[in-house]
């Protein structure tokens, strides 16, 4: 069936998959791969984003292209000819010729502003994440199926191993999403059926994910994007995946009844040029990589204040090449509001120092 699948994912894909490999050659990439009752391995091409970076690159593109953005600014209340926002405490109205709810989990909360009896139209899903040391000498992902429907991953990533993902049932307001020590247990459980000698855990977190409304495990529902319109036209889009963003917006803007959208590819801001990037002579090749992964061919933005003030080349922590620089462009360029914005939303400080334990299950 794996075998199967795989020559399907390279059709589809157009590209040339290696399929099965040997179980030897499998372990040379991924070294703490565990051979026990290992029947067989498949390699398969894949992509990864860094999810806040992604939004972050969008957002800057509407920039670019005339949007206003505001951050922490909290839709209060609807009328007939746009909404009214709330910022920093104070009532701003908003006049629009449409109005597009993407509030993600908030979706219905936004769309009984509308209509203070709209019936929920999605469940939530819950993502736990767990970090551990290791994966440094990782030449690939692990792919772990569990059943027909399920699998987790073990993937190297900020110079450590990302172990996951859950999926359950979230009850209750979004904001209360929490990592739970049995959604620990179970990520270390299953990533310990295939990945020997896991490391202390560095951090966790968790998602949430919108699906639409049915009955039945959240790991079995659909993905699909569920667009509807409310009394008074508001159009609220739910579901859908990271992967496929754009093409989510463009079925939104048809909903609308826009028409003679480019479908042209068009890259982000940051994505050309990566290999015309000039850097300051002080810079080592980590921290450089580190920049160039989060903003590409942005990065000499980034860096531009430092040249009258060389203590922005600095790093933020002791032990990510996170620079003062970065900082400063947070909050001056990428709407960062607070220092967890900063921390947690625009770079990798957050993976600083934080207090490591040793998983119980192996």
Request: charged share 25%.
């Amino acid at each position: 069936m794996v075998q199967s699948g795989i020559v399907l994912y390279s059709m589809l894909a157009r590209s040339r998959l290696n399929g099965l490999v040997p179980v030897e050659r499998a372990r040379r990439i991924v070294p703490q791969l565990r051979v026990e009752r290992l029947r067989s391995c498949a390699v398969y091409a894949d992509a990864w984003t860094n999810d806040a970076r992604l939004t972050l690159c969008n957002i800057r593109a509407a920039a670019d292209r005339g949007a206003t953005v505001l951050n922490y600014a909290e839709l209060v209340g609807l009328r007939g000819d746009g909404g009214v926002l709330a910022v920093d405490g104070t009532s701003v109205a908003v006049r629009a010729l449409a109005i597009v709810n993407a509030a993600g989990p908030w979706v219905d909360h936004v769309r009984r502003l509308e209509d203070q009896a709209a019936r929920p139209s999605v469940r939530v899903s819950k993502g736990v994440h767990v970090l551990v040391e290791g994966g440094s000498d990782w030449g690939a992902a692990l792919t772990i199926p569990h059943d027909r429907v399920r699998v987790s991953f073990a993937l190297p990533w900020e110079g450590m191993l990302l172990l996951g993902t859950t999926d359950t049932l979230h009850e209750g307001e979004p904001e209360t999403a929490a990592v739970a020590e049995t959604d620990v247990d179970q990520i270390l459980r299953e990533a310990a059926l295939a990945v020997g000698g896991l490391g202390p855990i560095r951090a966790t977190f968790c998602g949430l994910r919108v699906l639409p409304q049915g009955a039945g495990r959240t790991a079995s529902a659909r993905r699909e994007t569920v667009l509807s319109r409310g009394r008074a036209g508001m159009v609220s889009v739910a579901g859908g995946k990271l992967t496929t963003y754009r093409r989510i917006a463009l079925d939104t803007l048809a909903f609308l009844g826009v028409r003679g959208l480019s479908q042209r590819p068009r890259p982000l801001p940051g994505a050309t040029g990566l290999d015309r990037v000039e850097w300051p002579a002080s810079l080592d090749e980590r921290t450089r990589s580190h920049l160039l992964h989060l903003y590409g061919s942005l990065a000499p933005e980034v860096l531009g204040p430092a040249a009258e003030d060389p203590s922005l080349l600095e790093p933020i922590a002791r032990d990510r090449p996170d620079l003062r620089a970065q900082e400063l462009y947070a909050r001056t360029q990428e709407w960062a509001v607070t220092s967890e914005d900063v921390v947690r939303r625009r770079t990798t400080v957050w993976l600083s120092g934080s207090s490591a334990r040793t998983p119980e299950h192996r």
